[in-house]
């Protein structure tokens, strides 16, 4: 993975970190989400997609594959739509703008 963020995940009154990673690859142009995401996160994709869109930017044209780790922790809800979509647009012709590691 090239490009990551942190995010967090509530459990009860615990806060737990998860890595938004993100890898752009050539191939036939896809939006794939990993790492034991509920149905919930799993639409991310489209809102994701939607608001990019929606935003006048463009989407990645390219197979873009998103993973939240670490995959033993159950990500459920929309309270990852943004850090997914910081790191999906920070993908220009194959490079990612960002480098290492941001929390938001």
Same mark, same amino acid.
């Given at each position: 993975?090239?490009? +990551?963020? !942190? ?13 938004? &990673?993100? #890898?752009?690859?050539?191939?036939? =142009?896809?939006?794939? /989400?990993?790492? $034991?995401? #509920? ?8 809102? !994701?997609? +939607?608001?990019?869109? =929606? +935003?006048? /930017?463009?989407?990645?044209? &390219? ?8 995959? !033993? ?7 990852? #739509? ?14 990612? $703008? ?7």
């Amino acid at each position: 993975m090239v490009a +990551s963020v !942190v995010s967090c995940l509530l459990r009860g009154l615990e806060g737990r970190l998860v890595e938004i &990673q993100a #890898d752009a690859s050539v191939g036939k =142009n896809g939006f794939f /989400l990993v790492g $034991l995401a #509920d149905a919930s996160v799993k639409e991310a994709r489209e809102r !994701v997609r +939607s608001a990019i869109r =929606n +935003s006048g /930017l463009e989407f990645p044209k &390219q197979r873009l594959t998103v993973n939240l780790a670490p995959a !033993v922790l159950h990500k459920e809800g929309s309270g990852f #739509d943004l850090a997914i979509a910081f790191i999906t647009r920070s993908w220009r012709r194959g490079k990612p $703008l960002v480098r290492g590691t941001r929390r938001l």
